[in-house]
């Protein structure tokens, strides 16, 4: 038995429960494909399309969400690709938010991991219906029953293993079990009865936006109803796009596409917010009065601004953050937020996606405090001759975790020293012998440890430190002595502003630092 769902993409305009059901056909679903990084979910969807996109991935690992259009048998498939690193949660949970169906990718050598659970918490949040595949079943330390048990022991019950979850062995480097993965979706996209309404404007989420410095303001948009043609508006909150310049998920001109495809619009007026919902309106005057609308109830809920303490010590780290894409961005701020320390903190100064350009360099100041983080993002030539006749900072990365642990390095390398006295000695005084100005002359046994010429010491009265000084000399015996050890008696020379009496303690101490 396979566990359904009801539609759950909420609309922001047309209903298309408003249309005549003779309206409504079936439609592709849309599979989001997740699992534990290194599981092969990459992998097993370059198997499908036939390409080699892994070999392309910084680092061997996904870290954007792709969309990709299959075609099988006679209809199509719309494939989402998330990361498996756990940065990149909100991405996975953006993918399970507009997926049908999902593919949790389990390996067969590793079993249950972190982000394996971490992906399951989206589809059931979703109540998707979803479908395992276990890979790598072509390693030779492959256990799919193994692999069952531990599945099950986090309550994710697949067929055969007390369970009704549909479950495929496959490997996807090899390409053994694709076609019964692929036959299991389109089951699960039949018993689901999938519709839409190619008539209605379209509708959908965004997945992705993003800086082409070529065309300007791009986003990935994911369409669920509707269609989408060339001379209509998009809306996404209160960005605003012509659809002059719309693009498959390969990068090839289209003049319209309809539901369950993935496609780029090129032109917004400002970088919409990935996971949104767009509309699309017939005119501009439509769409700008929707994103209007957006404005005008988005001011109104706003926060006001909170002020620094100007009695907190923390030390700031300002950095400036330049990423490819809004996904990555979400990443790299997530994987921030896990930085924690008392005594020193990042503080973003700004974050923007595109290139690192001259206003990047400008916002600086000059403050070498400042650091530019950049992932997937460079400078021009121009802005590159910049940076190097200035003294600004800046960092580039192609992979997440390797940016991040420098962050951690950064903060670590900050952390403001702390050092205590370590005791060297303790002393009873029992005789006060003179006293000039500063100086003192005393008699004393050594209880504990030694005390040496040279040291700092603190004068202790009833064990409650008083004031500090230092030993000039030392006498054992009246013979001028560096060290006087535990148990013996010694006359010495105090320089201290601080009166010493008779019964008070010296203890000698040196500084270091607090490991």
Known sequence: MIHLKPANFTIMAKKTTEKAASQLISRPPVVVIMGHIDHGKSTLLDYIRKTNVVGGEAGGITQHLGAYEVPHNKGSITFLDTPGHEAFCSIRERGARVADIAILVVSAEDGVKPQTLEALKCILAEKIPYIVAINKIDKPGANIEITKAGLAENEVY??????????????????????????MVMLVSDLQDMKADRNIHAEGAIIESYRDNKKGISATLLIKNGTLKSGMYVVAEDAVSPVRILE????????????????????????PTVGSLFTTCANKREAEELAQ?????????????????????TVMIPIIIKADVIGSLEGIKH??????????????????????????????????????????????AKTATLIERSAVQVKSFDIIYNLIEFLKQTVLSKVPKEYIDQASGTAKIMAIFSK???????????QEGSLSVGSEVKILRRDAEIGRGKIKELQKQKVKTDEVAEGFEFGCMIESKTEIAQGDKIQGFVTVEKI
């Open 158 to 183: 697949v067929e055969g293993f007390g369970g009704d979850i549909p479950v495929v062995p496959i490997s996807a480097l090899k390409g053994t079990g694709i076609p019964e993965l692929l036959d």
């Open 248 to 271: 498959d998920y390969q990068g090839k001109a289209l003049k319209e596409a309809s539901f369950s495809s993935p496609v780029k619009v090129i032109g917004f007026s400002k970088i």
């Open 293 to 313: 609308a957006y404005r005008m109830k988005a001011g109104s809920s706003k926060n006001l601004p909170t002020r620094e303490n100007p009695n907190d010590t």
């Open 335 to 380: 994987e921030l937020s896990k930085i924690k320390n008392d005594k020193v903190k990042l503080k973003i100064v700004s974050e923007s996606i595109g290139d690192i350009n001259e206003n990047d360099i400008k916002s600086t100041q000059g403050d070498p405090s400042i650091i530019i983080v950049a992932f997937n993002s460079k400078p021009d």
């Open 436 to 446: 000039n100005k500063d100086k003192q002359i005393l008699g004393g046994k050594v």
